[in-house]
């Protein structure tokens, strides 16, 4: 399936499911090599479609937070298992309290959305 960020509220979406992948694979107590395998996957797809910030922000694990980037794509392809784990990962996280929740909420949505759509 397609996640598409290039509607009116890709970029929140985007950067939504960029931190929300980091911060809640962080909070994953265990993980095999095929959980490495998938997180590895859906990082390069997350990569290849945007660029580190250029205020050189970094999030709480030393990684570079991204943006989309301006000129190219702006989706990726992901099975059910990165979605699953996108979404996963996002549910997990302990969102600030207020818009950043609110945020996170309709990033969860539209990515069930994005499930649904793809599995018809």
Not at 22 to 32: A, N, P, Y
Not at 34 to 58: A, D, H, M, N, Y
Not at 94 to 118: F, M, S
Request: aromatic residues 10%; charged residues 25%.
């Amino acid at each position: 399936m397609i996640l598409d960020f290039s509607d009116e509220n890709g970029k929140r979406h985007f950067d939504f499911c960029f931190v929300g992948f980091i911060s809640g694979g962080c909070l994953q107590q265990t993980k095999g090599m095929q959980v490495l395998r998938t997180e590895l996957s859906l990082f390069e797809k997350l990569e290849s479609i945007s660029e580190p910030k250029p205020c050189g922000k970094k999030l709480h694990t030393g990684e570079p937070d991204r943006q989309l980037k301006e000129d190219g794509p702006k989706s990726i392809h992901v099975d059910n298992t990165e979605l699953g784990m996108l979404y996963d990962y996002l549910s997990t996280v302990p969102w600030q309290t207020g818009t950043p929740v609110r945020y996170a909420v309709e990033t969860i949505y539209w990515l069930q959305e994005a499930g649904k759509r793809g599995s018809s």
